[in-house]
């Protein structure tokens, strides 16, 4: 058991949306928040797991890690993070990673993905979901980003909550672009005929726009 199931007790319309996203369940597991196995370098995690994994053993599981914000889902918006927790040598379920959300909370909400990992070899993972719970969040968004979202619709977001696509329109991967994947950057230039300097992003003619979809391909927000 990963933890204690957690699925029914949020809102219907959340779950039956996280439902389309992953077909697994919600679950409220331990965070370990001390100790040389607890501390994790924030938005780090799944590099923190997977060495843990290869120091001491267990496995990497991956699934969406519930941005526990009250001003966010007390006014009905529900981000979910992909994130790697660590199935321990005896088989415990634990987040192992720093969280400037959570703090020292005890306990994080988990949506298990079994279908999904991030690829540590090839630098990838996936974008964040949305799914509005009330109209008060839709309205909220639509002021915010001038997008109008759907209740109960999941859709991939990223990281800044700007931009939004539907989960058919894009499979929710994105390139990193650290150090690690020199790779990664090379591919953005050639796709999108741009550069990144820092954080930004410079089109190579000044005619050129960059689209959108960069945000949801690559890490660049």
């Not at 199931?5 to 992953?22: C, D, F, G, H, R």
């Amino acid at each position: 058991m990963i933890g204690t199931n957690y699925t029914n007790k949020l809102p219907k319309v959340i779950s039956e949306a996280m439902k389309q996203v992953s077909s697994d369940d919600c679950y409220l597991i331990k965070r370990r928040i001390k100790g040389v196995t607890g501390t994790g370098v924030v938005l780090n995690c799944h590099q923190n797991v997977q060495d843990l994994v290869d120091r001491i053993g267990g496995e990497r599981i991956g699934g969406w890690l519930l941005m526990r914000k009250k001003e966010l889902y007390r006014n009905g918006m529900y981000i979910w993070m992909f994130h790697s927790i660590w199935k321990t040598p005896e088989g415990e379920y634990v987040d192992v990673t720093q969280s400037d959300v959570y703090g020292n909370e005890k306990i994080a909400t988990f949506w298990y993905d079994a279908k999904r990992n991030a690829d540590l070899i090839e630098g990838t993972a996936h974008n964040h979901v949305i799914a509005l719970e009330n109209e008060k969040a839709v309205q909220h968004i639509a002021k915010a980003t001038n997008t109008r979202l759907t209740l109960g619709t999941p859709y991939w977001t990223e990281s800044s909550v700007r931009y939004f696509t539907q989960l058919d329109e894009h499979n929710g991967v994105y390139r990193m672009l650290n150090s690690d994947y020199p790779q990664n950057k090379k591919m953005l230039e050639e796709q999108y005929n741009c550069r990144s300097e820092g954080n930004k992003l410079v089109p190579n003619s000044k005619d050129d726009k960059v689209s959108t979809q960069i945000f949801f391909d690559f890490s660049v927000s």
